[in-house]
Every structure is written in structure tokens, then in C-alpha cells.
């Protein structure tokens, strides 16, 4: 079977990279080595952890602002079991509407794991043993990221677990331990403190979401600190132990003292590493890089083999689902001989706690690396009517602009919607927008997009309105 186009890996990379080259008119395959497509985010990542924070968040406000709404509720308790059934439901019918949409586009799918024999051949490997093989005159790798383990700490998947194992618990944890103060670890932290756990977060680092504008970590861990999760920051894991339905972590404080915590989970997330496993690349003469395993690729995504390409979390850059679509559509369309672009300072990052947490551009502490000198404007949602109606007022938006010109350089959010709403900053920063220009743009009122708006005020002459 020859092929215009071989995709291994159907995440949101490998199966937009498919569509794309199939609306291109190239013959396209994919490969899964699991049973359904979608990869991590569908399946046990973005879309079920969503599923989890919109749940408990309905419960956590049916608990404790219901009341003030006017709304009483008796016997309020939780489902756990339907709340999961519910998770699975919405994984079902989104890795389903892959299937459909290769259907639509009449993309030959393969469930194995696919293996480079040659550069144009891939040997898939399935489940009962046998062995098929289809050649490509294009191969595009997209085969993602697992979850990184600490060397020290062995993850039984029963009481100290990844973020896989945490989308399945049979119950809610009494004392929840996260290791790691990031994107992964809090969104889940928080959906099991919305649901009553004590949640424990142990951070190397001197504050949360460490790569984001250190603003946004602050303020989110207020917020955090409110739904009573507790704080460890500047710590070190040393160890966990399970003894029983017990789990004990130890670590060292900032002065070097030792600390333990005992509960009755543990989950470790300390990012992702790219999954290169069993690709054969080294058939084809393509090493990885010693530290998280990515491929080198050049400006086109193409790697040292010529018409080997790839995308996603296997690449240097921020491991975001969003970005490997933006990756897949970009080597789909240079395949097709097309010239796109993708600016990587554009892309957004979101964290789906509650408030939201979203950014795009650059940081202050880069501005300040780089030595650019900027302005600022902040606006905070308490002044905000649309927010005070919703009882959402914790958080702000926050707009750098360049001191001489004005042209938006980053634009930094936690508030209600907040990954809605980080798109108007996005498109302004693409055409080149300045604050004054988003300041002069009429927005609907009383909305939440309004505090973007009136950030960008306060950024041109302190002109906001409502503060």
C-alpha cells in the first residue's frame, strides 16, 4: 500500500496533520497504537480533565455560592461514580468523531505500533502478533508524550500515580500529595479539592506555574489557598513509600530540613517527556536529544531524513495540544507545497482551574531578560460588573505594551473564561495591534472581555475607566 502521506500517531497533531493533507488531495494513512484515536488529550488528558473540573466545579458552586444566589439545596452529596461515567461518556463521543471525520476524508487508519523499516516503509506491529507493512513518500511523526517520572520514586498506578491514573479513581481521596506545581497537577489538585480532599502541592520551584508570569502564579495561589490546598514551594522530593493505603512522601525545605507528608494518593506531575519509543528511528539515522527525548527538526519540522517530518510534543516548544494542530496543518500544507507560517510567540497557554489562568506573548520577567523597555496595564475583575453579577471577581487581566510604540507584547489573564476570552488577544497580536487600538474598540457591555479592554486603558495613559 503506498501512500502520499504517512501519519503515525493520531492526536491532535497526527489527526489534523491526516485531515489537512486529505483536504490537500494526498493519500493519507494514520497509524494509533491504541484502540482508539485522539492520543493523550482525548483520551486521558485535555478532554476528560475537563469533563472532572466542570463537574466538581458545578458542585463546588452548587455547595458553597448556590445560597447567595438564592438557590437552596438539600442532602447535596456526590455521585463519584456517575461523575466519572459522565468523563468517559464525553472521551467516547469526542475519539468517536475522529473516527467519523476519517470516514469523511477517506483516511486509511491502522491500529499497531508503527515502526520505521526503512524511510519510506513502516512496519505495523499489532496486537495479535502480525506484522503489516505500507510505504509513504512523506512520513509525519506525531506519537506525543507520556508523563515524567522521577528516578527516585516508583509509580505503582494504585496510591502513587500519574495524571492518567488520577482521571479513574474509584473514590475521592481523603489527603491528595501533588508533586509538582504545574499546568497538570493543579487543574487536577483542584478538581479533588473542589470535591472535599486535602490537597498538598510540593513545588521545586519558588512559585506555581513557574513558566507563566510569575503575577499569574501569585494570584493564583491565592485562589487556590481559598478551596484550602496548601503550599510547599521551593521544596524537594526525596522519596514516597506506600505502606498499606498509605502513602508517605519526604522531602527537604528550602534550609535544607527534613519534611514528610502522609496520605492516602500521590500523584506525580512533573511534566512530559516525548514518546520515541519503539519508532525504529535509529533504522533511519535519527537520534533524540538525551534530555526529553525530542526529535531535531528545521524550520519546515523536517528532521534530518528528508521527508520524514515532525509535530507535537516529539519537538522543541511548549507540549500544547493546540500547538501540535498548528504543527500538523503547517507540514500538511508544506508537504502540499504551500508557504505557511506559524508564530510560536502566539500561541496561547491556558491553565483550566477555576478562575482560568491564559497568556500569550511575553512575560515580564522576559522583557526584563531582554532588556525591552515596556509599560503596563492591569485591571482587576473586581471592578469588573459582568464578574460581580457571577459572583467571579478573583484575578485580572494584564496587558505589556512596548514603552515607544505601544504594540501589545503580552498579554497575561486569571479570571472567569479567561481561555475564551485569551483569543482577542491573540488575534490583536497577530495583526501588530497596540493597546490603544484594543482600548478603542468598542466592547459589548457588562462582559468579561471588557477588563481586557480596560487593561489596554490603563496601559495608554493610565486612562482605565472603572478603577
Not at 68 to 81: E, V
Not at 122 to 142: L, M, P, Q, Y
Not at 332 to 349: F, R, S, V
Amino acid at each position: 500500500m503506498q501512500y502520499d502521506v504517512i501519519v503515525i500517531g493520531s492526536g491532535p497533531g497526527g489527526y489534523v496533520a491526516a485531515i489537512r493533507c486529505a483536504q490537500l488531495g494526498l493519500k493519507t494513512a494514520c497509524i494509533e497504537k491504541y484502540a482508539t484515536f485522539g492520543g493523550t488529550c482525548l483520551n486521558v488528558g485535555c478532554i476528560p480533565s475537563k469533563a472532572l473540573l466542570d463537574s466538581s466545579e458545578h458542585y463546588y458552586n452548587a455547595a458553597h455560592t448556590f445560597k447567595t444566589h438564592g438557590i437552596n439545596l438539600d442532602n447535596l452529596k456526590i455521585d463519584f461514580t456517575q461523575m466519572v461515567k459522565r468523563k468517559t461518556e464525553v472521551v467516547d463521543q469526542t475519539t468517536g468523531g475522529i473516527s467519523f471525520l476519517f470516514k469523511k476524508n477517506k483516511i486509511d487508519s491502522f491500529q499497531g505500533i508503527g515502526s520505521f523499516k526503512d524511510k519510506n516503509t513502516i512496519s505495523i506491529k499489532k496486537t495479535d502478533g502480525s506484522v503489516t507493512e505500507i510505504t509513504g513518500k512523506n512520513i509525519i511523526i506525531a506519537t506525543g508524550s507520556k508523563p515524567s517520572a522521577l528516578p527516585f520514586i516508583k509509580t505503582d498506578k494504585k496510591r502513587i500515580i500519574t495524571s492518567t491514573e488520577a482521571l479513574k479513581l474509584t473514590e475521592v481521596p481523603k489527603h491528595l500529595i501533588l508533586i509538582g506545581g504545574g499546568v497538570i497537577g493543579l487543574e487536577l489538585g483542584s478538581v479533588y479539592a473542589r470535591l472535599g480532599s486535602k490537597v498538598s502541592v510540593i513545588e521545586f520551584m519558588d512559585s506555581i506555574i513557574p513558566t507563566m508570569d510569575k503575577s499569574l502564579g501569585k494570584e493564583l495561589q491565592k485562589v487556590l489557598q481559598k478551596l484550602g490546598m496548601e503550599f510547599y514551594l521551593g521544596h524537594k522530593v526525596t522519596g514516597a513509600t506506600v505502606k498499606g493505603k498509605e502513602v508517605t512522601v519526604t522531602f527537604d525545605d528550602p534550609k535544607g530540613e527534613k519534611k514528610e507528608l502522609k496520605g492516602d494518593y500521590c500523584l506525580v506531575a512533573v511534566g512530559r517527556v516525548a514518546y520515541t519509543d519503539g519508532l525504529g528511528l535509529e533504522n533511519i539515522g535519527i537520534t533524540v536529544e538525551e534530555r526529553g527525548r525530542k526529535i531535531t527538526v528545521d524550520n519546515h519540522l523536517e528532521t534530518s531524513v528528508k521527508g520524514v517530518y515532525a509535530i507535537g510534543d516529539v519537538v522543541k516548544g511548549a507540549m500544547l495540544a493546540h500547538k501540535a494542530e498548528d504543527e500538523g496543518t503547517f507540514v500538511a500544507e508544506i508537504i502540499a507545497g504551500q508557504k505557511p507560517h506559524i508564530d510560536y510567540n502566539l500561541i496561547p497557554g491556558v491553565v483550566y482551574t477555576w478562575p482560568e489562568v491564559a497568556a500569550v506573548g511575553q512575560t515580564e520577567e522576559q522583557l526584563k531578560e531582554k532588556g525591552i523597555k515596556y509599560k503596563v496595564g492591569s485591571f482587576p475583575f473586581k471592578a469588573s460588573g459582568r464578574a460581580r453579577a457571577s459572583m467571579d471577581t478573583d484575578g485580572f487581566v494584564k496587558v505589556l505594551a512596548d514603552a515607544a510604540t505601544d504594540e501589545i507584547l503580552g498579554v497575561h489573564m486569571i479570571g472567569p473564561r479567561a481561555a475564551d476570552m485569551i483569543a482577542e488577544a491573540v488575534v490583536a497580536m497577530e495583526y501588530r495591534a497596540s493597546a490603544e487600538d484594543i482600548a478603542r474598540i468598542s466592547h459589548a457591555h457588562p462582559t468579561y472581555t471588557e477588563a481586557i479592554r480596560e487593561a489596554c486603558l490603563a496601559a495608554t495613559e493610565n486612562r482605565a475607566i472603572h478603577i
